[in-house]
């Protein structure tokens, strides 16, 4: 099993910042791939960006430039760095994890708003 935690989220502003951490305990043998999804209200839950072992980040379009996926693979932390926030990004942002043979964990999820 694997247990995720994120925190970092709250009320920001359009155009400021916030760093959500997601930390992973358990047993992360095999974790290949680690991430950050988000769900607004009334939408389906999304993709935001994923980052491989190795290090490869992948984002999904409306983020680009404006956030970044960081892994630190001896802590078993992930980070995700959002900058220039707009209204749009309001959302539940989960964390997620994958292993190579396919299983899926989930942490409980943190509200990030952007209100003025």
């Known amino acids: 099993q694997v247990q995720l935690v994120e925190s970092g989220g709250g009320l920001v502003q359009p155009g400021g910042s916030l760093r959500l951490s997601c930390a992973a305990s358990g047993s992360m043998f095999s974790i290949n791939v680690m991430g950050w999804y988000r769900q607004a209200p009334g939408k389906e839950r999304d993709v935001v960006a994923t980052i491989t072992t190795g290090a490869n980040p992948n984002y999904v379009y409306s983020v680009k430039g404006r956030f970044t996926i960081s892994r630190d693979n001896a802590k078993n932390i992930v980070y995700l760095q959002m900058n220039s926030l707009k209204p749009e990004d309001t959302a539940v942002y989960y964390c997620?994890?994958?292993?190579?043979?396919?299983?899926?964990?989930w942490g409980p999820g943190t509200q990030v708003t952007v209100s003025s």
């Open positions: 997620y994890a994958r292993r190579l043979n396919g299983w899926e964990y």
